[in-house]
């Protein structure tokens, strides 16, 4: 596509319960990211696909966080028994060549966790 | 870890006039990229230049400009002849050339509002 796709855009969810976010990145993108940034403050790495491999995921805040890319495109973001804390809005990078040079963001999807 | 500091939460422009985003940083890498994006309601990030550390001249792009000092770790950007779409959210990033260069290190932002 022209540009990074994210969904759903808002999503709300109990506490508790399961989320899924998807990153479309640009077709051919090597590279995509995801960032948490939450209210009023500037995102914060959370994991980095080589196509389909998981080079680094050490921003992942806790084991209940987990990334997938399985096909090398489409990514998901799950979070399982969300918390008040992860209220934040997730943003998705991807960029054609390796490592986070010319990234391409997408608007993010917003999680509200009541 | 490197760190990122925008010192100022807010300034305010008026229109066609210039304002300068304050962005310092902390790291003990003598190579490396530094950035500013730019984030509107929207919400998405659209990068607005970005400064290679070798490189002693200051990047420059239409009406933003920077003002890069590497020994004081300091990465300002002016923003001349400010216009309304000016108005969003601006974050200051840093990056490794190194291994580790497949994050982005980002401040806390500055928002500016731009006065007509």
């Known amino acids: 596509g022209a540009g990074v796709s994210q969904s759903p855009r808002y999503k709300v969810a109990k506490r508790g319960q399961d989320v899924a976010l998807r990153c479309d990145p640009i077709?051919?993108?090597?590279?995509l990211f995801w960032y948490q940034q939450a209210l009023g403050q500037g995102p914060e790495f959370l994991t980095y696909?080589?196509?389909?491999?998981?080079?680094?995921k050490s921003g992942l805040p806790s084991d209940r966080f987990f990334a997938e890319r399985p096909e090398g495109s489409v990514s998901t973001l799950k979070i399982q028994r969300t918390q008040q804390e992860d209220s934040a809005v997730y943003l998705c990078?991807?960029?054609?060549?390796?490592?986070?040079?010319?990234?391409?963001f997408g608007a993010g999807s917003r999680l509200t966790v009541l | 870890a490197q760190t990122v500091t925008q010192s100022q939460p807010e300034m305010s422009v008026q229109e066609a006039e210039t304002v300068t985003l304050s962005c310092t940083y902390d790291?003990?890498?003598?190579?490396?990229?530094l950035f500013w994006y730019k984030q509107p309601p929207s919400r998405q990030m659209i990068l607005v230049i970005r400064q290679e550390a070798y490189k002693q001249q200051n990047a420059t792009e239409n009406r933003f400009s920077v003002n890069f000092q590497k020994a004081a770790k300091s990465f300002s950007l002016k923003i001349s002849d400010s216009q309304l779409g000016d108005a969003a959210m601006y974050f200051c990033a840093y990056r490794s050339a190194g291994a580790a260069g497949n994050k982005l290190t980002f401040g806390g932002g500055t928002r500016v509002l731009v006065k007509p």
């Open positions: 696909f080589q196509n389909e491999a998981q080079l680094d």
């Open positions: 790291t003990s890498e003598s190579d490396y990229y």
């Open positions: 077709s051919g993108h090597v590279s």
């Open positions: 990078a991807s960029s054609l060549s390796t490592g986070a040079n010319v990234l391409t």
